[in-house]
């Protein structure tokens, strides 16, 4: 059940969890359990991660960091082994990514005394790394045979209702979604306003891209915290940001139409 043509297949850097995911979703299919158990599940592991970075256990966060990464996976895998997308469960995934890593890195800022302003910088930072690997893998998704259908590329509007959902439920989410990636989305947009108009990008360059990706963001700080290196934590993921501008410059440059 992949999201993407055959053709357009590439070494996915930060979906390693995907595996554990296709577990995971083959384990719940015939169970009462939806994506939505899943995606809360996912969030009460990135908690109990937090608390770990707090308590300074930091081997036993990094192992709940990757494994909210599998679990991560595993809702949209099992909406599709149901056959029930929803825009509920694509958005409340979003806003419990978005609001876990800013509590990951508040956490962090609490154990090393970091500055203030450098982990709200860090935070913007990694919002915005993931910002343009999602714009350009959901353009990707789109231009793609039967691709994705609940992840569009300019999200401006309340979607309808898919069967099975709530209406109200949709709104709500769709409008917390729009205040917490909005700021995000428009300078991304900005950044690389005619990247939609482009068929396709190489496989080469959406692996570059897949170092932004929030799974590869996960394991880094994964990385540094079982390596004991938990102060540069902050200040890597801020100069880390410097990708940005090479990424949309080498799109720019090569893949115009």
Same mark, same amino acid.
């Given at each position: 059940m992949s999201k993407?043509?055959?053709?357009?297949?590439f070494l996915?850097?930060?979906?390693?969890?995907r595996s554990f995911g296709r577990f995971l979703?083959?384990?719940?299919?015939?169970?009462?359990?939806?994506?939505?158990?899943?995606?809360l599940l996912f969030g009460i592991t990135g908690l109990?991660?937090?608390y770990c970075i707090l308590h300074h256990y930091y081997i036993s966060a990094s192992f709940f960091i990757l494994l909210k990464s599998g679990i991560d996976a595993a809702?949209?895998?099992l909406a599709r082994l149901k056959k029930t997308p929803s825009y509920s469960g694509r958005y409340l995934d979003s806003i419990f990514d978005i609001f876990l890593n800013f509590f990951f890195l508040l956490a962090i800022y609490k154990v090393t005394n970091s500055p203030l302003w450098m982990m709200l910088l860090a935070f913007f930072c990694?919002?915005?790394?993931?910002?343009?690997?999602?714009?350009?893998?959901?353009?990707?998704?789109?231009?793609?045979?039967g691709g994705d259908t609940t992840s569009k590329v300019f999200e401006y509007k +309340?979607?309808?209702?898919?069967? @099975?959902?709530?209406?109200?439920?949709?709104? &709500?989410? !769709?409008?917390?979604?729009?205040?917490?990636?909005g700021g995000f989305d428009k300078i991304i947009h900005f950044l690389?306003?005619?990247?939609?108009?482009?068929?396709?990008?190489?496989?080469?360059?959406? +692996?570059?891209?897949?170092?932004? @990706?929030?799974?590869?963001?996960?394991?880094? &700080?994964? !990385?540094?915290?079982t390596m004991g290196w938990i102060a540069f934590i902050i200040p890597v993921l801020i100069y880390y940001s410097i990708l940005i501008i090479a990424l949309i410059g080498i799109r720019k440059s090569f893949f115009i139409r």
């Open positions: 993407l043509n055959a053709s357009d297949k996915d850097l930060s979906d390693y969890g979703a083959n384990q719940l299919k015939e169970t009462r359990f939806t994506p939505i158990h899943v995606t109990i991660a937090i809702d949209g895998e990694i919002q915005l790394q993931g910002t343009l690997y999602n714009y350009y893998y959901v353009i990707l998704r789109n231009k793609s045979v +309340t979607p309808k209702a898919l069967p @099975g959902e709530s209406q109200k439920s949709v709104t &709500i989410l !769709f409008g917390i979604y729009t205040v917490v990636y690389d306003q005619n990247a939609y108009k482009v068929k396709t990008f190489p496989n080469w360059f959406m +692996t570059l891209l897949s170092f932004y @990706g929030l799974g590869f963001q996960l394991l880094l &700080i994964a !990385f540094m915290l």
